[in-house]
């Protein structure tokens, strides 16, 4: 018998190899072959069940070369020498041998597939209808208007001419119009108060509607208490004095020691030595100039002072930074535009070598008493006319004073501007003049920066027991 349908199977899987090949590559390799080793065997098992159809309704060949023996029929030679089930419990291996059966297979003892009957069989590539079988689609109708004119709507814009109900879309085509699926029932009675803007306003910004109104209340009071003045810091805004400038002519002996009978009190608080670094209790009574010279600095209308620094011999200035820290503060400070040389009148330069108009001079604890006296039982420094010598007292350089809080960098500048001062011309002192501003520059405020304080010390000197009291101050022109 011919085996007509054989070469059409091979041309049919040979065709959906190829259109696989053809498609866009949206599997795997492993997918593609996977299923064309599936169309193989589909059209080998099609082949051998026609061949077995032909030689009989119950014989199944083992597959292998026992396929194409036509005496696998069951013969002596085959391996298949009797029926064989073709379905259920008997076809296992375990129930073939209780049943005498023998193993489909092409070798002794291993099993094999067996032919899956007709009917039950899943084709793994579902053929499309030929000929008459093939059935055609409906093919939807074009839209029409009322008069039968077709409609070109390819946007669908027309929601008569087009059926959308096969449509996924959950959204309505258009938005603006009432939902008849949807009724909206009655809106429930809400027995709370309709908020107050006041309410809303809180609800909204929180915190920040507390604060911008505690905010604007204090601006309001820092603008007014500005324009009026302050009240007692007010005189923080007034530019201290430093008295009247002396002739040259009137400068001799020791300036800055408060005149009277010598009887002072012993106990003066504020006036007393701070806590701090250790500073040297004798020196030699000499000095060593420190090397280096500046140029001039100030406008120099009237008056051109010189100077050099020094160091009394005997005194270590490792602990602050060495000679020439103490030097470059000495220039720094003068030079400043808050110092004398704001002044018009002055003009400053530092020198090493010749016979300058004063010596600002870093001196121990006893010669600075003996250049400036010790009347007062407080360390403290002046300006020795007689010698021409600023004398800055070691022990205030390391120590400071309690009324400067322990800014031992603006007691440094007080200590240079005040004795400089009196090097100038500025002889006398100065009274803290504002409650609450800063204090003069001429004022002793070594003392204290209270008048009260300083008028202990000369109860008939120039300073008035009036309770005022000031800030300290390091600078003559505390403002530039």
Same mark, same amino acid.
């Given at each position: ?53 032909? *030689?009989?309704? /119950?014989? =199944? @060949? %083992? ?7 036509? &005496?696998? $029929? +069951? *013969?002596?030679? /085959?391996? =298949? @020498? %009797? ?7 008997? &076809?296992? $291996? +375990? ?386």
């Amino acid at each position: 018998m011919t085996h007509s349908r054989t070469p059409v199977l091979v041309w049919r899987a040979r065709s959906r190899a190829a259109a696989y090949r053809a498609e866009p590559p949206l599997r795997t390799r492993s997918t593609g072959r996977r299923l064309l080793c599936e169309n193989l065997s589909y059209v080998t098992l099609r082949a051998n069940g026609d061949r077995a159809r032909d *030689s009989g309704p /119950s014989i =199944v @060949s %083992g597959g292998g070369r026992d396929a194409l023996d036509p &005496t696998g $029929s +069951g *013969s002596p030679d /085959s391996v =298949v @020498s %009797g029926p064989v089930a073709r379905s259920g419990p008997e &076809t296992r $291996s +375990g129930a073939a041998a209780r049943s005498g059966a023998v193993p489909r297979s092409g070798i002794a003892g291993r099993p094999g597939r067996s032919r899956p009957e007709r009917g039950s069989r899943i084709d793994p590539w579902p053929r499309k209808p030929d000929g008459d079988e093939a059935e055609t689609a409906p093919t939807p109708l074009p839209p029409r208007d009322a008069n039968g004119v077709e409609i070109y709507d390819p946007l669908g814009l027309y929601p008569g001419a087009v059926n959308r109900s096969h449509q996924p879309l959950r959204a309505r085509w258009d938005p603006t119009a009432p939902d008849p699926n949807r009724a909206r029932g009655p809106r429930p009675e809400r027995n709370t108060k309709k908020q107050s803007a006041l309410g809303r306003f809180v609800s909204t910004y929180g915190w920040r509607a507390y604060a911008l109104p505690v905010l604007f209340v204090v601006t309001v009071l820092v603008i007014v208490d500005a324009v009026r003045g302050g009240g007692t810091g007010g005189g923080s805004n007034v530019a201290p004095s430093f008295g009247r400038l002396s002739p040259r002519a009137a400068t001799a002996g020791i300036i800055g020691a408060p005149p009277g009978d010598g009887q002072f009190p012993a106990d003066l608080p504020t006036g007393a030595l701070p806590e701090g670094g250790p500073f040297t209790e004798n020196g030699a009574g000499t000095w060593r100039v420190v090397p280096g010279a500046t140029a001039e600095f100030g406008t120099g209308a009237e008056y051109h002072f010189s100077y050099t620094v020094e160091i009394e011999d005997g005194v270590d200035t490792s602990g602050f930074g060495g000679d020439e820290s103490v030097a470059k503060m000495i220039d720094s400070t003068l030079a400043n535009p808050k110092s004398w040389a704001h002044d018009k009148k002055f003009a400053f330069r530092r020198v090493d070598q010749g016979k300058p108009d004063f010596r600002i001079s870093l001196t121990s604890r006893q010669t600075t008493r003996k250049s400036c006296g010790f009347d007062i039982p407080i360390d403290s420094s002046c300006f020795n006319a007689d010698l021409d010598r600023v004398v800055l007292s070691e022990v205030r350089w390391v120590r400071g004073a309690l009324a400067f809080e322990g800014d031992i960098g603006s007691y440094r500048q007080y200590q240079i501007n005040h004795e400089v001062g009196h090097a100038i011309g500025y002889h006398q002192h100065q009274p803290c003049e504002t409650d609450g501003g800063l204090a003069p520059i001429m004022m002793q405020q070594t003392f204290g920066t209270k008048n009260n304080d300083i008028a202990a010390l000369d109860p008939d000197g120039l300073v008035p027991m009036d309770g005022k009291s000031c800030r300290f101050n390091p600078w003559p022109y505390p403002r530039g």
